[in-house]
C-alpha cells in the first residue's frame, strides 16, 4: 500500500524561528513529490520535486527531496505568522494516475 | 476563466438522503478528481476520470458515484449519506494526469450528515 507519512504533526513556534518539516514516503512507482500549502481552503501549490538532491528555493521556503533515503524535508526560514498553515506533502504515482497525501503538518507562528 | 468551481459550499445532509456535488473546470483539462479531507488524515482521492467518458476508483470510493460526460463537469454523488462521510471534499483538475505542479483545486465542499 502506498503510503506518505508526516511529522511531526504539529509545531508551534515563534516569529523568526527556522523550522523543518519532514515527510517520508513507501510507494510503488513513484513520479514526483510535491508540497502544498492550506490556509482556510483549498491547497496551493508550492514545489514539485522529481530528482534527488536539486534544492528548490522560493523566498524562505526551501525543499529537498532524497530518492534514495525516501524523504523530502520543507524549510522555512524567518518564519513569520503568515507562514501559520497546513502543509501537505503528496507523492505523485507514476501510471496510477493519483497523488497519495501525508497527513499533513499543522504549522502555528506566535508573534 | 473561472478555474476549478465546486458546489454547495456547505450542505447538511440526513442520513439517508442522497445529495449531488458539483464540479466545473473551464480549463479544458482532461484529468479531474474528487479528494476528501478529515482531520489528521490528509487528503485522500475518491475516485478520479482521465478523460470524457472513464472513470476510476481511488483510495475511499465507497458511497460515492461519479461520471463524466463532458471534460468539463465531474459530479459526485452520495447515493445514501451516512455519518462518516462527513468531511471536506476537493475537486481537483489538471491538464494531464502526472502532471503535478499544475494540479488546480477547488475550493472545497463542507458536507455535514446528521
Known amino acids: 500500500e502506498d503510503k506518505v507519512v508526516q511529522s511531526p504533526l504539529s509545531l508551534v513556534v515563534h516569529e523568526g524561528d527556522t523550522v523543518t518539516l519532514n515527510c517520508s514516503y513507501e510507494?510503488?512507482?513513484?513520479?514526483?513529490l510535491l508540497w502544498y500549502k492550506q490556509e482556510k481552503k483549498a491547497p496551493t501549490f508550492l514545489f514539485m520535486l522529481?530528482?534527488?538532491?536539486i534544492e528548490k528555493k522560493s523566498g524562505r521556503l526551501s525543499s529537498i527531496l532524497d530518492k534514495k533515503e525516501l524523504f523530502s524535508i520543507l524549510n522555512i526560514t524567518a518564519t513569520q505568522t503568515g507562514d501559520s498553515a497546513i502543509y501537505l506533502c503528496?507523492?505523485?504515482?507514476?501510471?496510477?494516475?493519483?497523488?497519495?497525501f501525508g497527513q499533513g503538518t499543522r504549522l502555528t507562528i506566535n508573534p | 476563466n473561472a478555474g476549478v468551481t465546486q458546489t454547495p459550499k456547505f450542505q447538511v445532509l440526513k442520513t439517508g438522503q442522497s445529495m449531488t456535488l458539483q464540479c466545473a473546470q473551464d480549463?479544458?483539462?482532461?484529468?479531474m478528481s474528487w479528494y476528501r479531507q478529515d482531520p489528521g488524515m490528509g487528503l485522500r482521492l475518491i475516485h478520479y476520470?482521465?478523460?470524457?467518458?472513464?472513470?476510476d476508483q481511488g483510495e475511499v470510493p465507497n458511497g460515492y458515484n461519479v461520471s463524466r460526460s463532458t471534460t468539463e463537469d465531474f459530479p459526485l454523488r452520495l447515493l445514501s449519506a451516512a455519518p462518516s462521510q462527513t468531511s471536506v471534499y476537493f475537486c481537483?483538475?489538471?491538464?494531464?494526469?502526472?502532471?503535478?505542479?499544475?494540479?488546480?483545486f477547488g475550493e472545497g465542499s463542507w458536507l455535514t450528515v446528521v
Open positions: 510507494v510503488t512507482n513513484f513520479r514526483s
Open positions: 476520470s482521465v478523460g470524457a467518458g472513464i472513470t
Open positions: 481537483a483538475s489538471s491538464l494531464r494526469s502526472g502532471s503535478g505542479n499544475t494540479i488546480y
Open positions: 522529481t530528482s534527488s538532491g
Open positions: 503528496a507523492v505523485l504515482i507514476q501510471g496510477a494516475q493519483k497523488l497519495v
Open positions: 480549463m479544458n483539462h482532461e484529468y
